[in-house]
T-cell receptor, first 115, second 115 residues
Framework: KNQVEQSPQSLIILEGKNCTLQCNYTVSPFSNLRWYKQDTGRGPVSLTIMTFSENTKSNGRYTATLDADTKQSSLHITASQLSDSASYICVVSRPFSGGYNKLIFGAGTRLAVHP | GAGVSQSPSNKVTEKGKDVELRCDPISGHTALYWYRQSLGQGLEFLIYFQGNSAPDKSGLPSDRFSAERTGGSVSTLTIQRTQQEDSAVYLC?????????????FGPGTRLTVT
C-alpha cells in the first residue's frame, strides 16, 4: 500500500533551537517528495520539492534531505522562530498515466515553538 | 497576483442537506484538485481536473459526492444528503498543469460541519 508516515506526531521546542522531522514512505513508483508547511486555518504552502536524484535541498532555515534507497526524508529547521509553529506535511508524488502526478500526504508533524 | 480562493470559508449544515463548495483557481492554471482533511488526518485526494474534464475521480468517497469545472476555471464540489462523517476541511489546489513536478497552490479551505 502506498503510505507516508511521519514522526513525531507533535513536537515542542524553544525559540532558537533546531529540530528535525522525519518521513518514511512506501510509495512506488515515485516522482518527487515535497515538504509543505500548513499554518492553522490555512492551506499548505510548499517548502521544498526533491526528485529521487536529489539528496538535499534548502529553503532559508529549512533543509530537506532524501534517501531514495531507504525511502526516508527529513526536514531540518534551524534557529526556530515563533512563526515556525505549524504543521509540516511530507508529501510523495506518484506518477499516473498521461504525465499526471497524484500526491500522497502524510498526517503531518505539529510543531510548537515556545518563547 | 491573486491566489486560490474558496467559498464559503465555513459552512454548517444539517444532516441530509446538500452543500456546494466553490473553488476559484489561479488564473491560467489548467489543473485543479480537491482534497479533504479530517481532524488529525492527512489530506485525502478526491478528484483531479485537467481543463473541464476529470481524468481521476477515484478519491470521491461515494456517489453523494460530485464535482464539476466550467470554462476551465471555477470548480464546484457538491455533497448530497450530507452525513456527519462528511465534516472536514475541503481544500482546493491548482497548478499550471498536471505534469510531474508541478507545484500545487492551495486555497484556504472550506470548513464543513454537519450537525
Amino acid at each position: 500500500k502506498n503510505q507516508v508516515e511521519q514522526s513525531p506526531q507533535s513536537l515542542i521546542i524553544l525559540e532558537g533551537k533546531n529540530c528535525t522531522l522525519q518521513c518514511n514512505y512506501t510509495v512506488s513508483p515515485f516522482s518527487n517528495l515535497r515538504w509543505y508547511k500548513q499554518d492553522t486555518g490555512r492551506g499548505p504552502v510548499s517548502l521544498t520539492i526533491m526528485t529521487f536524484s536529489e539528496n538535499t535541498k534548502s529553503n532559508g532555515r529549512y533543509t530537506a534531505t532524501l534517501d531514495a534507497d531507504t525511502k526516508q526524508s527529513s526536514l531540518h529547521i534551524t534557529a526556530s522562530q515563533l512563526s515556525d509553529s505549524a504543521s509540516y506535511i511530507c508529501v510523495v508524488s506518484r506518477p499516473f498515466s498521461g504525465g499526471y502526478n497524484k500526491l500522497i500526504f502524510g498526517a503531518g508533524t505539529r510543531l510548537a515553538v515556545h518563547p | 497576483g491573486a491566489g486560490v480562493s474558496q467559498s464559503p470559508s465555513n459552512k454548517v449544515t444539517e444532516k441530509g442537506k446538500d452543500v456546494e463548495l466553490r473553488c476559484d483557481p489561479i488564473s491560467g492554471h489548467t489543473a485543479l484538485y480537491w482534497y479533504r482533511q479530517s481532524l488529525g488526518q492527512g489530506l485525502e485526494f478526491l478528484i483531479y481536473f485537467q481543463g473541464n474534464s476529470a481524468p481521476d475521480k477515484s478519491g470521491l468517497p461515494s456517489d453523494r459526492f460530485s464535482a464539476e469545472r466550467t470554462g476551465g476555471s471555477v470548480s464546484t464540489l457538491t455533497i448530497q444528503r450530507t452525513q456527519q462523517e462528511d465534516s472536514a476541511v475541503y481544500l482546493c489546489a491548482s497548478s499550471p498543469n498536471g505534469v510531474a513536478g508541478g507545484e500545487q497552490y492551495f486555497g484556504p479551505g472550506t470548513r464543513l460541519t454537519v450537525t
